[in-house]
T-cell receptor, first 113, second 118 residues
Framework: ETGVTQTPRHLVMGMTNKKSLKCEQH?????MYWYKQSAKKPLELMFV???????ENNSVPSRFSPECPNSSHLFLHLHTLQPEDSALYLC????????????FGQGTRLTVV | AQKVTQAQTEISVVEKEDVTLDCVYE???????LFWYKQPPSGELVFLIR??????QNEISGRYSWNFQKSTSSFNFTITASQVVDSAVYFC???????????????FGKGTKLSVIP
């Protein structure tokens, strides 16, 4: 148990669906992250939030829409995804930037059909 | 440029053998941290160690040990007397601030998949 919880753990969705991934941390961390991990590819950073403000968007397509209502919660809203978006989506948090290390959730395994 | 290279894609060892996972990094920072993470089949990345570039002493934690060599920009990880539960993907990581200090991210290597055979 790392203190970072992601739901759901598994998600299957059609290309026309809209769904959301949720991440929650009660570690008192100020930074939260979304990463994408595809088969045989390195971990890709998608978004970074510091104190609820988005500080990084690594050229992520607009069909992925993050939301950070407070320092403890992070969402990733999904709509009109493509099959190549199937991947493990990992959420992480860190105390004040990643120099202190990041703590990860167990991920959401997303399959787009 | 910030970069982490894990040249070993996959390693298989027989249980009780020792195994070393290599990590080579590039950074423009004069002081920095390095990390190792373990990703078991369940998917979660588990934090193993953080090392400060000031401290080049080797570190040992049970069956795990880390060899940090600043001169060769390497931060290698050794598992002694490996066990089946050590089977996982292991990632080396380096924080960097793409837009200046205060907003650090982690850049990861591609990972090394370790399989320990009973």
């Amino acid at each position: 148990e790392t203190g970072v919880t992601q739901t759901p753990r598994h998600l299957v969705m059609g290309m026309t669906n809209k769904k959301s991934l949720k991440c929650e941390q009660h570690l008192g961390h100020n930074a939260m992250y979304w990463y994408k991990q595809s088969a045989k590819k390195p971990l890709e950073l998608m978004f970074v939030y510091n104190f609820k403000e988005q500080t990084e968007n690594n050229s992520v397509p607009s069909r992925f829409s993050p939301e950070c209502p407070n320092s403890s919660h992070l969402f990733l809203h999904l709509h009109t995804l493509q099959p190549e978006d199937s991947a493990l989506y990992l959420c992480a948090s860190s105390p004040q930037g990643a120099q202190a290390g990041a703590f990860f959730g167990q991920g959401t395994r997303l399959t787009v059909v | 440029a910030q970069k982490v290279t894990q040249a070993q894609t996959e390693i298989s060892v027989v249980e009780k053998e020792d195994v070393t996972l290599d990590c080579v990094y590039e950074t423009r920072d004069t002081t920095y941290y390095l990390f190792w993470y373990k990703q078991p089949p369940s998917g979660e990345l588990v934090f193993l160690i953080r090392r400060n570039s000031f401290d080049e002493q080797n570190e040992i934690s049970g069956r795990y040990s880390w060899n940090f060599q600043k001169s060769t920009s390497s931060f290698n990880f050794t598992i002694t007397a490996s066990q089946v539960v050590d089977s996982a993907v292991y990632f080396c990581a380096l924080p960097f601030a793409p837009s200046g200090a205060g907003s650090y991210q982690l850049t990861f290597g591609k990972g090394t998949k370790l399989s320990v055979i009973p």
